[in-house]
């Protein structure tokens, strides 16, 4: 600890400058302490889940390549780029460990399905993309599809100690910057915010 | 972490049941004056640096709320249906750690007006409902309004909004600084001749009280504040309490039945300890602050030969008249980033369609906010006509820092049916039967949330939005703010608890939290749950000095 991470640099700089020099030099050492258990930046030391431990190989390939359609990749990186597919692994083996025998089934029943339509000799996640999007378009409303999609965006944007969110993707796709302190402007419109003018007939009064 | 202990064989002045929003505050108010205090909490005690920017957690696995899977509810909509357990979160969610609700709030405190304590007389009767006055006024409880301005610490502008209702003092901290939602919901509303203000937060937004101003860090609602610059019960009322020296907060403490003697006075609580074994603390008085959900369900599990219908309940009244605060909005997406992922959620308030016009045709009024959600939450749902997969699904999620929500709160009408009681067959993970929540909206509250959501619209397009997505007002099936459960009132017959928060049936026993409200409000609770904490925390001290408990 005597060497601050990056991220907590960051933290105490910006802490100086919203809380009194006083009360910073008094309390820093805890609030800095809870800086590092947010779960951002450099503060989690544990490493992602980046194997599979509940779905099978020929499984995670078949989810993985739905999950690339969901949300793909191209000039900026997708679902599969943020390994979304780890995310959903470690999901269904542990705390939506409930839905795992049902999103099974549901897989099965979308790979007969698939196999139906275009052949048993290659899975879905060996067909041409055209293939895949059409195929997808078919089953968009059925609860395995729901399921699987959900569980794509929250891979996505969960903290990355889930095991999705590689390398922020999933934040750095939304505009999310990575630190858990700001300070005002926050956005384009407050940047020239003149001020709250009182509404005639009315007295605003300060401490 | 704390010094007083009691034993449970020795009989201290009050037990409270809940440390959250009321619990906290009756706590300190009676510790303060010399009385020995046993908080107990159902969750555990959290230190700040164990509270994580964790939305997935806080907001898909119970992280730090009543979990489904270990404190189960059952639903329904009429009284004829059977209740059944519902997927996803329970239908009343509140937090179960030391601090409560108030650990996770998102710190929006608005006063009620002097109109929410005599809509009964002013506008009632409502077919279908029981809209009934308070039986204390706004002037009654406005020196506690400005008590948990300064003893908990709240921010704002005073006189800001030409429809404040009076005031005594200002507030203690200026408000906190504006978002880009703010400034444009501001600029919306101006427009249309509207008056929106500062939003009054229980955030500091300077050092307070030996606690500093807000971070910014953009997750308040569901969340904890890890630098408790929120002014939640954990941070502010609770370590005061606990410096008294008289008062114990026990946390993973999970009170199921208050015992009871011959005599018809509550004699302390019965609870399942960390360790699930079961225990008895003995008091002189007991106090249940546990939230609208939690509190009925505890009287109602009370039950006694001398008290078959659960304990306090001659009225009939206890668990029924759930409310919630119904309420409609829009999202709206901007040319420019607002970035709303940063900084405290609410920084615009509006009070202009605060009270009910009977012009419009039905019952109902509340405030407007501008908001923001965290980016998890947010990307689950697309608008109308957007993709929901594939690169049109990707452009929507890069959107994300262009967004915006207006949201209205509003009225919900008490229902006699609208209620919390036991279910028959469900009983949670230690064995106690578990609660049954059966809602239905009043007509009025969905006219009133529909009515919201094209002002929302107004304000938005006044605003210059590129485009509005207006939410769709569905069925009710659960909530946060729980309130009007055991309804204050003068008439025993009628209500469960007196204007001190004194149960009408037994003597030595008080409620107070958002059960005691006997109209929901405008949609931010909390401010007058703690009023009512520090009046009732106050008077119930003074009957224990006069003996008159």
Known sequence: MEHPSPSRRKFLAAIGNLASVSWVSMNWPQIAVAAQHMGHGTADTSAPPATLSTLSAAEAAEIDAIANQIVPGGATPGAREARVIYFIDNALGSFFAAQLPSFRQGLADFERGYAARHGAGKPFSAAPEAQQISWLTEIEKTPFFMAVRRLVVLGLIALPKYGGNHNDVGWNMLGVEDSHVWAPPFGYYDRDYAGFVPYPGTKPYTA | ?549
């Not at chain 2, 404190?71 to 519902?86: C, E, M, Y």
């Not at chain 2, 939003?199 to 807000?214: G, W």
């Not at chain 2, 204050?488 to 149960?503: C, I």
Request: net charge neutral; glycine share 10%.
């Open chain 2, 1 to 549: 972490m704390q010094g007083k202990m009691y034993k449970t064989s020795e009989t201290v002045d009050f037990i409270v049941v809940g440390s959250g929003a009321a619990g906290g505050i009756v706590a300190r108010e009676l510790a303060r004056a010399g009385n020995s205090v046993v908080v107990m909490e159902q969750g555990p005690r959290m230190a700040p640096e164990d509270f994580e920017h964790d939305e997935l957690k806080y907001r898909y696995l119970s992280g730090i709320t009543n979990n489904p899977a270990t404190n189960p509810q059952t639903f329904r909509n009429d009284p004829g249906q059977t209740a059944q357990r519902t997927a996803g979160r329970n239908p009343l969610t509140y937090a179960r750690v030391v601090g409560g609700s108030s650990a996770h709030f998102n710190a929006n405190f608005w006063r009620l007006h002097e109109i929410d304590f005599i809509e009964g007389s002013r506008l009632g009767p409502i077919a279908g409902a029981s809209l009934v006055d308070w039986p204390i006024t706004y002037a009654e409880l406005e020196p506690y309004y400005t008590k948990v301005e300064w003893e908990v610490g709240v921010s704002g502008l005073a006189g800001a909004s030409p429809f404040d209702p009076p005031r005594s003092k200002p507030y203690p901290m200026p408000p906190l600084p504006v978002k880009s939602s703010g400034v444009l919901f501001e600029r919306g509303a101006r427009k249309l001749g509207l008056h929106p203000f500062p939003a009054p937060m229980a955030i500091n937004s300077v050092e307070y009280k030996n606690r500093p101003a807000c971070i910014q860090c953009g997750l308040c609602g569901g969340f904890a504040c890890e630098v408790m610059a929120k002014s939640s019960s954990v941070w502010t009322v609770i370590p005061e309490a606990e410096a008294t020296k008289r008062c114990e907060v026990r946390a993973d403490s999970y009170v199921f039945r208050i015992g009871m003697n011959r005599a018809g006075r509550a004699t302390g609580v019965h609870y399942y300890d960390r360790d699930r074994k079961e225990q008895f603390q003995n008091a002189r008085a007991v106090v249940v602050c546990a939230n609208g959900s939690e509190t009925p369900k505890l009287l109602l599990n009370s039950a006694t030969n001398a008290f078959p219908q659960g304990l306090a309940n001659s009225s009939g009244a206890v668990g029924r008249y759930l409310m919630f605060n119904k309420g409609g909005g829009v999202a709206a997406r901007f040319e420019h980033q607002l970035n709303e992922y940063k900084g405290a959620n609410v920084t615009r308030v509006m009070h202009d369609f605060y009270d009910s016009d009977p012009k419009r045709g039905f019952y109902g009024g509340g405030g407007f906010d501008a908001r923001s959600g965290g980016p998890l939450t947010w990307g689950q749902d697309v608008p109308k006509g957007t993709p929901n997969w594939g690169s049109g699904f990707k452009e929507y999620l890069e959107s994300y820092t262009y967004w915006m929500t207006v949201s209205g709160h509003g009225t919900s009408l008490a229902v006699e049916t609208n209620r919390v009681d036991i279910d028959p067959d469900l009983k949670d993970d230690w064995g106690v039967p578990a609660m049954r929540v059966t809602y239905k909206d009043h007509p009025d509250d969905v006219k009133h949330a529909q009515w919201q959501v094209e002002r929302g619209a107004e304000i938005m397009d006044a605003a210059g939005a590129k485009e509005i997505v207006p939410r769709e007002i569905g069925a009710a099936s659960g909530g946060v703010h729980l309130l009007g459960t055991c309804r204050m009132g003068n008439d025993p017959a009628t209500s469960v608890v007196d204007k001190y928060n004194r149960t009408h049936d037994v003597r030595n026993l008080f409620l107070c939290d958002g059960s005691s409200m006997v109209t929901s409000g405008r949609g931010q609770p909390t401010q007058t749950i703690e009023a009512l904490a520090f009046r009732a925390g106050e008077f119930i001290a003074k009957f224990a000095k006069a003996n008159e408990i």
